[in-house]
């Protein structure tokens, strides 16, 4: 006689589902393919916008203890590049203030009261200058909250997304380097997709890139590009922010931009810079060191579908095999 069906809706429906699954071995294996699929979602990614080639510029800036300088800085960056041909332009995590949680209060301001200046400014850019503009980020406050947001305009200057940093920066290596965000900052709610003139988007901010878990969410929902704006530091930056760059564009097939601040010999915080655009077959197509600069690369999305096809990894993958459920009897 076949087994009935197992309804799970919520903690104590699972457990009581799994006390009987465990005496039922048909059930079980039921209840354990339902869990997989649950956890791993489908074994495709969503349908890819149509292909198109876009000419990205991403900006290293020089960032100092002056917002209004900062903002100039961030202006003119923006103006340079749109007049290089970019159609994507790309800025660094806190771009107008300096890294520290003692800043990060000082220089936070309201974007969703219409009173941020520096939101005014980026939007007056963007439209100036007819670009998709990822606006790196820069301290939000929003009620008695701070957060790492990043805002991206498009060419007409109107705001399509904001993307709170998820994953806060909270590391202890002793005699390197000692950093908590969480002490000033609070995590965002969630991802942020953004489909654009430039293409579909998957944004995340410095830490967010080590977590792989966002970036396949962001494949699978059919982005073309990743862009990380972050400011990694002098002891992770050397061994880890290209690895991750590259690592997030082979998993998941797909283009990864990093964009850091240069590095400012007088702050407290040293970033590593290297802004970098890292290709689908995690080809390097665009990379610099830790000065002030602009680079740009040439981002055509049709490799996305030839890498895929080449190398068809969503389908290959084994749902069955990445969650693990303990049985106690």
């Given at each position: 006689m076949p087994a009935a069906p197992i309804k799970i809706a919520g903690a104590s429906a699972l457990a009581a589902a799994l006390a009987v699954a465990v005496s039922r071995p048909r059930a079980m294996g039921r209840l354990v393919r339902s869990l997989v699929a649950r956890a791993a979602g489908t074994s495709a990614y969503a349908p890819l916008p149509p292909p198109q080639k876009v000419k990205v510029a991403v900006c290293q800036l020089h960032v100092t203890a002056d917002k209004a300088q900062n903002l100039q800085t961030a202006k003119k960056a923006i103006q340079d590049a749109a007049a290089q041909g970019a159609k994507l332009v790309v800025l660094?995590?806190?771009w107008n203030c300096p890294y520290s949680n003692d800043s990060f209060?000082?220089?936070?301001?309201?974007?969703?009261g219409?009173?941020?200046?520096?939101?005014?400014?980026?939007?007056?850019?963007?439209?100036?200058?007819?670009?998709?503009?990822?606006?790196?980020?820069?301290?939000?406050?929003?009620?008695?909250?701070?957060?790492?947001?990043?805002?991206v305009f498009n060419s007409r200057?109107?705001?399509?997304?904001?993307?709170r940093k998820v994953h806060l920066f909270d590391i202890d290596i002793p005699g390197k380097i000692t950093f908590k965000e969480s002490l000033t900052l609070s995590p965002g709610p969630g991802p942020t997709v953004v489909d654009t003139e430039a293409g579909r988007l998957g944004i995340g901010i410095c830490y967010d890139i080590r977590f792989p878990e966002l970036a396949q969410?962001?494949?699978?929902?059919?982005?073309?590009?990743l862009v990380y704006p972050g400011a990694f530091n002098m002891t992770t930056g050397p061994v880890h922010w290209e690895l991750l760059a590259r690592a997030r564009a082979v998993d998941n097939q797909i283009f990864v931009i990093t964009c850091s601040p240069a590095r400012n010999p007088s702050s407290s915080y040293q970033a590593w810079g290297h802004s970098t655009v890292v290709g689908p077959f995690a080809e390097?197509?665009?990379?610099?060191?830790?000065?002030?600069?602009?680079?740009?690369?040439?981002?055509?999305?049709?490799?996305?579908a030839e890498r895929r096809a080449n190398m068809p990894l969503a389908q290959q993958k084994r749902h069955d095999l990445y969650a693990l459920l303990d049985r106690t009897v």
């Open positions: 660094p995590e806190m209060p000082t220089y936070a301001e309201d974007i969703e219409a009173h941020s200046i520096s939101v005014n400014m980026l939007s007056e850019a963007a439209a100036e200058t007819g670009v998709t503009l990822i606006a790196g980020s820069i301290p939000e406050r929003c009620g008695d909250r701070l957060y790492n947001t990043c805002c200057g109107k705001l399509l997304a904001k993307h969410l962001y494949a699978a929902r059919g982005c073309q590009m390097i197509l665009a990379t610099t060191g830790h000065d002030p600069t602009i680079i740009y690369a040439d981002v055509d999305y049709s490799q996305l």
